[in-house]
Each structure stands twice: as C-alpha cells, then as structure tokens.
C-alpha cells in the first residue's frame, strides 16, 4: 500500500508514517493498458476499479441537465451561503424542468390522495373530500394486503393500469388495452427498458437509434450506456423545429453505414425545442418508420403542455391506429410521466408507457425484463392514478383540481409567451415559438471573438457563453451543445418554469448580460 | 401484411377479408437468421422486434422470484374467485419476502411522516406526534421548493444522506462520510449501478462476478442482463451455510478459465439461506477478497433480521475497516433497504448503499451514471431517514415504535423457529437453522420415481415438486432451482413471513403434502 493511498483514508484520519509498499500481485493481476501498468501518479492501479478497466461506456457517457454548469452553480450557491459577495442574490435554476423547486404548487387532490395511502387512518378523518378518500380506497384495494408497502405487480397495479388505459381511450377515442401498459418509476426507467430490449448486433454491426438533434440527452447517454449507434436527425430550425422526411432520409442513411437501425425516437411536444406536432408532420414519421422497419419510441410526456393558439397534440397511438393498414399493426411505445403536465410530481416518480402490437413472445420478454426490477414505487403509481383519473364534474375537489390545474397550465402559457418575446426582442438573439412543454431554445448569434476565445478554452462556444451568463447572473441554463445543434449554430436551453416575477426579473438580466457580452467580444 | 396479423388486430376487432399481402421491403430489410427469413408459421419476421433479433442477454436471464410457478400461482387465484373447486381456499404467497402483502403491520411512525411530507397541511394537525413533524420538517427542508415533488440531487437529499452516515457511524462505532452515501429506488438499482461500473472486457475475456450458490436471483439476473460471468461458490450446507475459503479458492479457479473475476457477492444474513456469517467468516471473505483483487459487494439488507440466540450482525464496512492496512483501503459496497427489517416497505421502493475507499475518478463516474437516473424516488428516501433516524427515547412517537419494532421482529424470530423446527421433523427434509433474514431453505430429499418423472417432463424435480404443492394446497414456493443448489439435491425457499396461524396451518399442510408425495413416488 502505497502512502499516498493512506494520506486518503477514508475516515479523513490523517495518516502518517505509513509504510510505502506495493502490493505487486494484486497490481499484476489486472491492469491491462500499458498506462495502467505504469506507476502513474495518482497510483490508480492499486485499485480493483479504475478508470482503466471501468465500463468504457459509462466513460463516454454525458448527461449536460445534470452537468458541470450544474454542480458549479451548486457551489455558487454554497458560496453565496457563505457570505461570498456576487453580482446577484441568488442562483436561477432555469436548466432542469423542476416545477416545485422554482415554486409551483402541489395539486391538492393528488397530496389528499397520496397522504391517504400512506396513512389509511386518515379515512376517517372529515377534513379530507370523499371523492379522494373513494380514490385512495380502491388504489389500496388493488395493493396487496391493502399496504402501499406491499409490492405490485412489475408492470404495476392493475387497477391504476386500468384507469391509464381508459384514460388513453378517452384521450384517443380509440379503445386500449390494459395489458398494454406498463408503470415504471417516471418515464426514463420505461424508456430505458424499451432501448434494452432492442440491444443486438445484426451482421456485425451495432444497432441504431434515430433520435433527435437537439435532443432530450437521456438518449444520448442511454444509447451510449447501451453501447448502441446514435442516429441524430436534425429538427428544422426554420420552420419551427419541424422533422423532414428528407432529413430523416439523410440521417437514416449514414446511420447505416455503421448499424442497423432499428428504432426512431420522437419527443412531442419537444424538448429542448417546445415545438408541437402537426398531425401532417407525425403521419410522415410512421410512414419512414413503416418503410425502415423501425420501432417508434413516441416520447409524450409533456401531451398536457400546448399552449400555443392553433397547437394541439396528436398522439402517435391515434394517429397510427387511424392511418389503418398497414401502420396500425406497427410496435410503438408511448410515454408518460407524472413529472411533467400541470402536475409536475418529477421526486415522485411516476410514470406509464402503452406498449402496442409487440410479438406475444416478446411482451413475454419485455415482462421478464421488468420482473427483476420487482416494482415501479407504489406511491408514485397512486399519482399517476390521480393524473389519469382526476376528479369529475360533481365530485367535491372538482372546482379547486379544475381551478389549480388551469392556474398552471394558463399561467405556463403565458410564460411561454413571455420567454419567446422576450428573447426575439434582444439582438443577436431568435427564438421558436414555444408551443408546448417547458423550455425555449434559442439561438444566439456569438461574435467571432467569443467563439475563438471559447475554442481557445477547449470550450464549446455555447459552453462559454452559459458558464459566463452563470458566473455573472446567477442564471444556470443548458448550453445548446448539451443537446446537439447544427454545427457552427449556437443555442441554450432555459425552462419556462421561473415563477412570472422571478421569470420577468430573469428575463431582464438576461437580456442585459447579452447585449454586454456581445458588446465586450465585438 | 398478412391474414394473420389483421386477426391479431390490438383493438381486438374481428378483421375479415384483410388482402394477404407481405411487405418484402420491410421483410428483408433486418432478419438476419436463416429461420427468421423463413414465413414461419407465426409470422414473427413482419414485426421490427422478434425473438430473433432481441436482446440475447435478456433472452437468457431468468428471475425465478417471479416466475412461471408465480405466474400460475396469479391464475389460481383468479380461478378461485371465479369459483372454481380447489382442495383449499387461498393461495399462501410464500414465494416473495413481502410483508405487507401477507399481513405485517406498517410501522406508525413512518406512515406518520410520509403522510407529513406528501401532504404539509397536516402538519397543523395535532393529531400527529411533534416528533414525526419535525422529522417530517427536516426533510421538507432538505427538498428544493419544501416539496418531495421536486428532484432531488441524484444520490439523494443531502440531510437524509447525512442521517445514514451518522446511523452508519453508531452502527459500526466508525465514522461514515455521507459523500459515500447514495440513496436508491431500493437495493436492487444500487447493485445493478455497481455492477454496471464493473463491465469491461480484460485481455479478451468477460469480467466475472463472484455470487453465492444458493444466490438471490437479481444477481444472475442483472449477471445475464449484462453478459458478465457468474462465478458460483457454494455455501456449504453442512456448516449452516458458511462460505469456505478453499471454496471461494476452487470457484475463482475455474472462473478465471473463462473471466477475469472482478467483484464478489456476499449475502448476509443470507438470502436464500437465512444464516448469519460470523465475524471469523468475514475476514476470511475479505482476506480472499484482497488476494485476488476482488470489489466487494455486501448485501446486508437483512441486518435487523437475526433471531438466532449467539447470532448477531457484523457489517462488512466495520470488519473491513476493523482488520486494518491493507484491507481498510478495499472498495466496499454495502447495501441497505426499507423493504425488509422490521418495516417491511416492499412497495415504497427505498434504500441506500455506501460506497467506501473508491478511486475519486471512478466515484465522479458514479456519480455521472446514476445523475441520467435523475432521483430515487423522494417518499423512498423518506423511508430511510425514519429507518436511520427513528424516535428516540423521551420522543412522543418512542414508545409505539419500540413496540411495534419489536413485535415484528420478536414475532418473526418465534416464526423463524417454528419453520426450522417443522421442516427438521419432517421425514425426508431438513433444515438449516433460520438464524436471520426471512427465508428458510430446506433440502428434500426426493424418491427416485419423483426425480424420474420431473426429468421426463423436462422439469428440475424441485420445480416438479413446487408445482404439485401449489396445485395440491395452494402454497407457493420458490423451487430450488431458481437459487442454484449442489447438483443432485433439492430445495426450496419458503418465506417465514404468514402471520402466525396462517403459518402454522401451512406448514401442517405442506407436512401432510410431503409425506403424501414421497408415498405417492415410493
């Protein structure tokens, strides 16, 4: 053992005087790389795992919503805590759609409910509405022993499934099946799940995945875990981050030169990008998945966030069932979250996914797979129970359910608004209409300075620009790069979701730090 | 698209008339196996995901858990309620450790708090004791917004975390840092992160894993998922399921033929065995662990759970760290649940792991993997600061924890006896003492005529076995075979968690099954 590994001892105990010798048999037994053999520096080799013989997928894996502009502002935070003097008061969350951390309030009627499960005494309590109380009983009937500390069945309660599935029919207009879905803790569990399953080299060559540049960079990093290609197609920034057939064409193409895609993910509405589908747009989609042979992965978590006039959301479950013969008789899997809409319950985690038209052998193996996981949380279940079988006309917490879930969703539209305004108001900038979901991406039209003196950092230039807009406002967004972008275009991805003063006050800064940014790389 | 396909239509509609026509692009675009290409009878190659072209690794992987004989069991008792005639009146769901499920009672002081954190209203209401609000406070403090409906940091809310290095630290009488800490949707996710970080090929070969045999199958299960070798030792049944060293010696012998070993599993108290390691045991395991350069993965969900009289809980952390250089400098995970113990939270999904002595590039790596994760789930966190930050003495909620922890607990170690005493007076059986955990795991000793005619239905006899008792008297168990057993023996897992009556009534009709069946195959 060497001292250098006893000055870092875990129990911080310093350390001294320890004897420096090596163990040779366990440094032989492993080490591979020549780097490794080498008695480099910081000694890694004396470890059982290191950064040498750790999954190399995990290595190159990224994920930017959670990155190192993210544990930077966390240590501004600290510091401003500390009493450090800065440019501004407080650190502005703006680069992960947290609805409750930037102060939106619970849903009553899904907390009524939730605190009913946890703890069935309440029942008999007058305070809570009767409707939650009927709710809260037949979620316990469905757990077994009628404890939500009893695990469900993998795919989840059947009861709540069922209600997913009516809620789905209603939404549609087209019956679905409950064995069709499946509740997963959020939504990235299922996805993940779906991804796994399409894991197969075919004549030697990986297996693809279309997805979308920019995209949600938890396909990113699963495909990178998994070890499968990313097939990036370009949204089209000029009419309104629209995909085109073309481009997919393109995209599909030279995807095949290095795998075998077998799957398309669409996120609608988007993310980063807030645009909605039109059903024109989703029709042309199944049509070159149809003809590629592709699995549709339809990513619908934000189906409750449209707020632009003449927006709506299409999901790719109506519209492939409509489209008939053959589309209808396509794999699709379809996702859903509690973490998003008017709800915005993201530390619950909840989430559903409608599987359809899987071969019966492979739903066996899909249920298998989601067996050793054992259960998607219970409480997380019951939320999505609430989401998708909320309070009717009559029942007493309709009024107060109707009024704060249109408090939400109007006040987000208005925000939506706002960003979208602002943003296109302020030189060197553009922005998308943000129709739906919770964030904007705009594009910022950097000065060659910024950007040379970003490359000269190493930096990606909306890397630059993001930890200097942090360092000097506070405000911590996502640079574009985390999300892929045209190359030479550069972007952010901020949410929507800053309360409306917080938002305008952010808006505010925002704008003047550009205008001086731009100002001092002119 | 074929006849056959539109019959199957998802909506279930009757589809008559559909034109037989196949798509050739679509066929010939991916199938790759000369018997996908053939038009098999079931069509499979028109689908984008057949048997053919899926995941091989989940293709293998087997959780017997939840199993066919779990899946039959689910059948039965439908066809029960249906009314139909059965030689007895319920299903005994003696397969799975789930407490709720089979009657336990949830601990009071921890529905207090969750009911507390989903719905802070409450916390005006004197009906709820000062201790489970403050507890209850303090953790809506620790979540962004005050609200268990934000995210969380990706290994989990710092306070809680804080709680398991100090409960850590009283536990072992050694300090723990809470930066070691990492919560999780249970203990299974934790172990498949861990797992995940070890996959790397080395000079040619897959890495390979170390597990008991008998084993809880999440191993070989998350073993398979990700193609990495399963080296089994065996537990010598003889010495009450002790690991022997030069066991530990023969089993990684033979796994270097076709790995490079990597980590090892250790199981205690023992899943599904039910022994208690003695200290003496766990320095051995370590001081192999260190001669072979091994990652140590201690499972030690079950560290509430010991009944035997002379038994008791050493944690790995503590003797690994208690033996001194060079062992104290060893990577370690020990994993840690909610769902078993005295409280039994199958459904709510917590746990945590901490994670000692890694390189700090490989523990940035973790803390990459899990942050595409997102967050366990809040309530699950929750979960584990009452498990690790219980009422103490002179607090209003004290007294009725204490009771209800011990009543559990004292409840179960009475029934841990009484299964180990009935199997051992069964003639044919017998059965290591349950020292801990929720399992006994009795070897039977089968008739000839009994393994002939399992092996003539392409059956393990202990799967035959479990399946005539479930027919016979609606007990499930968990066959042998799913576990891993010593070829040519056989065994079951039976779970000691039916409250008392039902327990005894079971086992008396499991004795009548057994003797009747080695009669019936004399």
């Given at each position: 053992?060497?001292?250098?590994?006893?000055?870092?001892?875990?129990?911080?105990?310093?350390?001294?005087?320890?004897?420096?010798?090596?163990?040779?048999?366990?440094?032989?037994?492993?080490?591979?790389?020549?780097?490794?053999?080498?008695?480099?520096?910081?000694?890694?080799?004396?470890?059982?795992l290191?950064?040498?013989?750790?999954?190399?997928?995990?290595?190159?894996?990224?994920?930017?919503?959670?990155?190192?502009?993210?544990?930077?502002?966390?240590?501004?935070?600290?510091?401003?805590?500390?009493g450090?003097?800065?440019?501004?008061?407080?650190?502005?969350?703006?680069?992960?759609?947290?609805?409750?951390?930037?102060?939106?309030?619970?849903?009553?009627?899904?907390?009524?409910?939730?605190?009913?499960?946890?703890?069935p005494?309440?029942?008999?309590?007058?305070?809570?509405?009767?409707?939650?109380?009927?709710?809260?009983?037949?979620?316990?009937?469905?757990c077994?022993?009628?404890?939500?500390?009893?695990?469900?069945?993998?795919?989840?309660?059947?009861?709540?499934?069922?209600?997913?599935?009516?809620y789905?029919?209603?939404?549609?207009?087209?019956?679905?099946?409950?064995?069709?879905?499946?509740?997963?803790?959020?939504?990235?569990?299922?996805?993940?799940v779906?991804?796994?399953?399409?894991?197969?080299?075919?004549?030697?060559?990986?297996?693809?995945?279309?997805?979308?540049?920019?995209?949600?960079?938890?396909?990113?990093?699963s495909l990178?875990?998994?070890?499968?290609?990313?097939?990036?197609?370009?949204?089209?920034?000029?009419?309104?981050?629209?995909?085109?057939?073309?481009?997919?064409?393109?995209?599909?193409s030279?995807?095949?030169t290095?795998?075998?895609?077998?799957?398309?993910?669409?996120?609608?509405?988007?993310?980063?990008?807030?645009?909605?589908?039109?059903?024109?747009?989703?029709?042309?989609?199944?049509?070159?998945?149809?003809?590629?042979?592709?699995?549709?992965?339809?990513?619908?978590?934000?189906?409750?966030?449209?707020?632009?006039?003449?927006?709506?959301?299409?999901?790719?479950?109506k519209v492939?069932?409509?489209?008939?013969?053959?589309?209808?008789?396509?794999?699709?899997?379809?996702f859903?979250?509690?973490?998003?809409?008017?709800?915005?319950?993201?530390?619950?985690?909840?989430?559903?996914?409608?599987?359809?038209?899987?071969?019966?052998?492979?739903?066996?193996?899909?249920?298998?797979?989601?067996?050793?996981?054992?259960?998607?949380?219970?409480?997380?279940?019951?939320?999505?129970?609430?989401?998708?079988?909320?309070?009717k006309?009559?029942?007493?917490s309709?009024a107060?359910?109707?009024?704060?879930?249109?408090?939400?969703?109007?006040?987000?539209?208005?925000?939506?608004?706002?960003?979208?305004?602002?943003?296109?108001?302020?030189?060197?900038?553009?922005?998308?209409?943000?129709?739906?979901?919770?964030?904007?991406?705009?594009?910022?039209?950097?000065?060659?300075?910024?950007?040379?003196?970003?490359?000269?950092?190493?930096?990606d230039?909306?890397?630059?620009?993001?930890?200097?807009?942090?360092?000097?406002?506070?405000?911590?967004?996502?640079?574009?790069?985390?999300?892929?972008q045209?190359?030479?275009?550069?972007?952010?991805?901020?949410?929507?979701?800053?309360?409306?003063?917080?938002?305008?006050?952010?808006?505010?800064?925002?704008?003047?730090?550009?205008q001086k940014?731009?100002?001092?790389?002119k």
């Open positions: 053992m060497s001292a250098l590994r006893l000055l870092t001892h875990p129990l911080g105990r310093e350390v001294t005087g320890g004897v420096v010798k090596t163990s040779l048999n366990r440094f032989s037994a492993q080490c591979t790389s020549v780097a490794a053999r080498k008695l480099s520096t910081h000694m890694s080799c004396q470890k059982c290191t950064l040498d013989n750790l999954n190399p997928n995990i290595k190159v894996m990224e994920y930017a919503v959670r990155g190192p502009l993210v544990i930077r502002a966390a240590e501004i935070e600290k510091e401003l805590k500390e450090k003097k800065k440019p501004f008061k407080e650190v502005v969350r703006a680069n992960i759609g947290d609805c409750h951390a930037v102060g939106q309030i619970p849903i009553t009627f899904i907390r009524h409910v939730l605190a009913l499960c946890a703890y005494e309440l029942l008999k309590d007058p305070k809570f509405p009767e409707d939650a109380k009927a709710h809260a009983r037949t979620i316990l009937q469905g077994r022993g009628g404890s939500v500390g009893s695990y469900s069945d993998s795919p989840g309660i059947e009861i709540i499934r069922r209600h997913v599935a009516e789905i029919t209603r939404r549609d207009g087209i019956p679905a099946n409950f064995e069709d879905v499946m509740l997963s803790d959020g939504a990235s569990n299922a996805i993940k779906i991804l796994k399953l399409l894991i197969c080299e075919c004549e030697g060559k990986k297996p693809g995945v279309l997805i979308p540049i920019p995209q949600y960079p938890l396909y990113s990093a990178a875990e998994f070890d499968m290609e990313q097939i990036g197609y370009y949204l089209d920034e000029d009419s309104n981050w629209s995909l085109k057939t073309e481009e997919l064409e393109r995209a599909i030279v995807g095949k290095k795998s075998t895609p077998r799957a398309i993910v669409v996120i609608n509405p988007g993310n980063p990008t807030g645009q909605v589908l039109e059903r024109k747009n989703i029709e042309d989609i199944i049509k070159f998945a149809h003809k590629h042979n592709l699995f549709l992965l339809a990513d619908e978590v934000y189906q409750d966030n449209v707020y632009a006039p003449g927006s709506a959301f299409h999901s790719f479950k492939l069932i409509e489209m008939g013969a053959p589309y209808n008789e396509m794999e699709l899997a379809s859903m979250s509690c973490s998003k809409g008017y709800m915005g319950e993201c530390g619950i985690r909840g989430g559903y996914s409608e599987v359809i038209n899987l071969e019966p052998e492979v739903k066996k193996m899909l249920n298998k797979c989601i067996s050793a996981m054992l259960c998607p949380n219970t409480i997380g279940q019951a939320t999505i129970d609430c989401v998708v079988n909320p309070p006309e009559g029942d007493p309709y107060t359910f109707i009024k704060e879930k249109q408090g939400v969703l109007s006040s987000l539209a208005e925000r939506a608004r706002m960003v979208t305004e602002t943003f296109n108001s302020v030189e060197g900038m553009s922005c998308n209409t943000v129709q739906g979901a919770m964030y904007a991406f705009p594009r910022i039209h950097l000065p060659q300075k910024a950007i040379d003196k970003a490359k000269s950092l190493n930096q230039p909306s890397v630059f620009y993001a930890f200097q807009l942090l360092e000097e406002t506070g405000i911590c967004i996502v640079p574009g790069s985390g999300f892929g045209v190359e030479g275009t550069y972007h952010f991805r901020t949410t929507i979701l800053p309360q409306p003063e917080q938002l305008k006050s952010m808006l505010k800064t925002f704008k003047t730090f550009h940014f731009v100002q001092e790389y």
